[in-house]
């Protein structure tokens, strides 16, 4: 069974900060993993995908993945107010259906 | 990416009746799924539709609570049959393209009385 973990939070970061949100997962066949970020009342947006091991960059966005550790994480640099939202961990094992996580609260404070 | 069209965006029905909810794209897409995402829940995948054939449930989901139906690559319904309290919920269509990542729709709010 696909875990995905992910803590709760929130996470509070003062503007302008980086803020670190952090996911696990157990399915070693995992390839390709996602980002969304969920405002609430709203749907799920895909922020940014990783495939291979290492560090994808994508304005204030960067994910970094290491599968060997079963770890993928998501930076965000100079964190805004309009920042705050719950930002869910997915993966796939590359037939597209997706496990989410839990999400993380993040709190982005003025 | 693709627009994708959810209707409707909610609803309040009394229990024991059923609701469709439809899901259109505006261009073919390869891939179409429906989700559960519970008050304070994350998304649980409910099935993936698969156009001219029966819809690929997950555990937990039976063809008979939601029917589901594709009739072709860019249209799909989600109907939630003798609804109880407990099927209150955001139900979302998402849509993918080859290898492409999932986009969602902006999902169905549905309260159940």
């Known amino acids: 069974q696909k875990e995905v973990e992910q803590n709760s939070g929130p996470l509070s970061v003062p503007e302008g900060a980086i803020a670190s949100l952090n996911c696990t997962y157990s399915d070693r066949g995992s390839q390709s993993f996602f980002w969304y970020r969920q405002y609430s009342g709203k749907s799920p947006e895909l922020i940014m995908s990783?495939?291979?091991?290492g560090d994808k960059e994508d304005g204030r966005f960067t994910a970094q993945l290491n599968k060997a550790s079963q770890y993928v994480s998501l930076l965000i640099r100079d964190s805004q107010p309009s920042d705050s939202a719950t930002y869910l961990c997915?993966?796939?094992?590359?037939?597209?259906?997706?496990?989410f996580g839990k999400g993380t609260m993040l709190l982005v404070s003025p | 990416s693709a627009v994708i069209s959810q209707k409707p965006s909610r609803d309040i029905c009394q229990r024991g009746t059923s609701l469709t909810i439809q899901c259109q794209v505006d261009s073919q897409v390869t891939m179409m799924f429906w989700y559960r995402q519970q008050p304070g829940q994350s998304l649980t995948l409910i099935a993936t539709a698969n156009q001219g054939s029966e819809a690929t449930y997950e555990s937990g989901f039976v063809i008979d609570k939601f029917p589901i139906s594709r009739p072709n690559l860019t249209f799909s319904t989600l109907t939630v049959s003798n609804m109880s309290p407990e099927d209150s919920s955001i139900y979302l269509c998402s849509v993918a393209t080859d290898n492409q990542p999932q986009h969602f729709g902006d999902g169905t709010r549905l309260s159940i009385l």
């Open positions: 997915a993966l796939s094992t590359g037939y597209s259906t997706l496990t």
């Open positions: 990783i495939y291979s091991n």
